[in-house]
């Protein structure tokens, strides 16, 4: 029984595994350790390194897939893998060299010293990027705003992102059927949310690095990738920002309707329409999101609402009504996300 696995999905590697596989035995020469090596059809060679690497150590196992199956899938195939081999520790890294093998001793330290996760984060005093470019530094940081931002349980985590993580197995054995293939390079957030839903507050570790450029081969990084990160966020999230258009634009039917019912003052017949729109949208909200609504959500909820009226008074002078509806709207979305929890909800996971 080894106690650390590591996961390298691959995709046409083999110069990089050349020099990651020695790196990663010199690195774990204190554990008793396996690298399950996950491959979707390379044409490079790739096979034939690891098998060579296999012969020679008796530390690695291919796993050939033949085809390109995705890197979710693969990530879930390699880590059921750990867990069957009886692993305490399974470790997930890219095979390319961007993360570099002299951090894994650390994550798993953190993990046999009690942490659920360990992630190797780059938003850490320590960590930090080398050789990106200033619009890959934006999309890296707009994805971890996002992240903290619709997935409450991930906001104290300053790279909820980081494809470079090592888990307990006696947790991820529990959620890995759950785990879904098609989280691609971002698995570790459905990770965080799959394992927040089955057993509450994580421990969890950060461990400071530098994600490195690429040395061979080229970045797998693409659109669809990007439009599949987004996806999975706001499915997450419980399809919070969907909901609350939902509960918007519903609630301001009611308050039309409402406004054009009555017949009284008309100071006295706004106030209503806006009141009933405002109850409306928090309470159809909070039903959308599986939560019973409170008399303090209802307060703080007229904090944000009127907040929201006074910024699209004090903006329409200046501004088109499109632009300032859509900041309000935003507005109204991020700060309802406080004053009504999202909480992570998945089927067939309870506490």
């Known amino acids: 029984m080894v106690n ?20 990663l035995a010199n690195a774990l020469s204190d554990y008793d350790w396996h690298a399950v090596v996950v491959d979707d059809g390379s044409t490079d060679g790739t096979q034939e390194v690891v098998e060579k690497f296999a012969k020679e150590t008796g530390r690695a196992s291919l796993i050939e897939r033949g085809a390109r199956l995705g ?40 993990v046999l010293g ?25 999309i890296s940081k707009g994805a971890t705003y996002l992240a903290r931002l619709l997935l409450p349980w991930v906001r104290g985590i300053r790279d909820p992102v980081s494809g470079f993580f090592a888990v307990s197995n006696a947790r991820a054995r529990e959620v890995l059927p ?9 698995i570790i957030l459905e990770m965080l949310t799959l394992m927040s839903a089955r057993f509450g507050d994580l421990r969890v570790t950060e461990v400071p690095y530098v994600f490195r450029s690429r040395l061979y081969g080229e970045s797998k990084l693409s659109v669809g990738e990007l439009w ?52 409306a949208s928090l ?51 991020i700060l309802t996300i406080r004053v009504i929890p999202i909480t992570p909800h998945v089927v067939g996971i309870h506490p």
Not at 178 to 186: D, H, I, Q, T, V
Not at 235 to 262: D, E, T, W
Request: hydrophobic letters at 50%; proline letters at 5%.
């Open 228 to 279: 599949r990160y987004a996806w999975l966020v706001i499915r997450l999230s419980n399809y919070s920002p969907f909901k609350y258009i939902v509960a918007l634009v519903v609630a301001a039917l009611i308050g039309y309707s409402i406004f054009n019912s009555l017949s009284i003052n008309p100071i006295l017949r706004n106030l209503l329409s806006l009141e009933s729109s405002l109850m």
């Open 114 to 138: 009690g942490s659920d996760i360990a992630i190797a984060s780059r938003y850490v005093g320590g960590g930090g990027v080398q050789g990106w470019s200033l619009l890959r530094l934006m």
């Open 71 to 110: 890197l979710g899938s693969a990530i879930k195939l390699g880590m059921r893998v750990c867990v069957e081999y009886g692993a305490e520790v399974t470790v997930v890294m890219d095979a390319d060299l961007q993360h570099p093998p002299e951090v894994v001793p650390r994550l798993v330290d953190a």
């Open 283 to 333: 309470t159809i909200y909070a039903l959308l999101m599986g939560l019973k609504p409170r008399l303090k959500h209802y307060a703080k909820y007229h904090l944000v609402k009127y907040g929201s009226v006074l910024l699209k008074m004090a903006l329409m002078p200046y501004m088109p009504i499109y632009v300032v509806l859509a900041l309000a709207t935003a507005l109204q979305l």
């Open 4 to 23: 650390v696995c590591v996961v390298l999905p691959t995709l046409n590697e083999a110069e990089n595994l050349h020099v990651l596989l020695p790196q």
């Open 178 to 186: 759950y785990l879904n293939e098609s989280a691609g390079y971002k």
